[in-house]
Antibody, heavy 120, light 107 residues
Framework: QVQLVQSGAEVEKPGASVKVSCRAS????????MHWVRQAPGQGLEWMGR????????NYAQRFQGRVTMTRDTSISTAYMELSRLTSDDTAVYYC?????????????WGQGTLVTVSS | EKVMTQSPATLSVSPGERAALSCRAS??????LAWYQQKPGQAPRLLIY???TRATGIPLRFSGSGSGTEFTLTISSLQSEDFAVYYC?????????FGGGTKVEIK
């Protein structure tokens, strides 16, 4: 069965960077885009971008362009999302997600979420 | 960017009643529209994709309709476990965007 297991909670200072991992299992890692979605406390869902694990090609939402980097390591079926120049507005739960049985761009499998807290 | 607008923000419904949630897109998204349910402390759960296709394991009481810019999620008879926040999302063109959510609460 498809599983996405994310790294643990992080606390970072303003201006720092954070890197969240998402280890995939139960399917062919290079066969599906991996997406990243975040949710600030009490707020809605926000799509950050996606990576094609096969080619490494990425698409980022404009508001994160220049601050976000999505990468992958196919040898260990793991995707990464790094966000730099953190501010308190980046405090959120970060999810990896993919469409496996559903259409690409919709997400029927999600990681458990990683809470990133930005605080001085 | 395609802006998704959901209404109402909050819907008060009694168990057993029918609920209809609306989602409007600022530009056409064809049928590239998904609906999710989210409960506190949990990741979202996919209910509907391609506007009207139920995801695996989703009960028949959930149905989706619409195309272009107007979409509806209908819950035919609300069960206790259905009280949650619901989001629509377009994946017609990136950046993929979510609506602001509709909270379905017990009346």
């Amino acid at each position: 069965q498809v599983q996405l297991v994310q790294s643990g909670a992080e606390v970072e200072k303003p201006g720092a960077s954070v890197k969240v991992s998402c280890r995939a299992s139960g399917y062919t890692f290079t066969g599906n885009y991996m997406h990243w979605v975040r949710q600030a406390p009490g707020q809605g869902l926000e799509w950050m971008g996606r990576i094609n694990p096969n080619s490494g090609d990425t698409n980022y939402a404009q508001r994160f362009q220049g601050r976000v980097t999505m990468t992958r390591d196919t040898s260990i079926s793991t995707a990464y999302m790094e966000l730099s120049r953190l501010t308190s507005d980046d405090t959120a739960v970060y999810y990896c997600a993919l469409g496996y049985r559903s259409s690409e761009g919709s997400f029927d499998f999600w990681g458990q979420g990683t809470l990133v807290t930005v605080s001085s | 960017e395609k802006v998704m607008t959901q209404s109402p923000a909050t819907l008060s419904v009694s168990p057993g009643e029918r609920a209809a949630l609306s989602c409007r897109a600022s530009q056409t998204v064809s049928t590239n529209l998904a609906w999710y349910q989210q409960k506190p402390g949990q990741a979202p759960r996919l209910l509907i994709y391609d506007a009207s296709t139920r995801a695996t394991g989703i009960p028949l009481r959930f149905s989706g309709s619409g195309s272009g810019t107007e979409f509806t999620l209908t819950i035919s008879s609300l069960q206790s476990e259905d009280f949650a926040v619901y989001y629509c999302q377009q994946y017609n063109k990136w950046p993929f965007t979510f609506g602001g959510g509709t909270k379905v609460e017990i009346k």
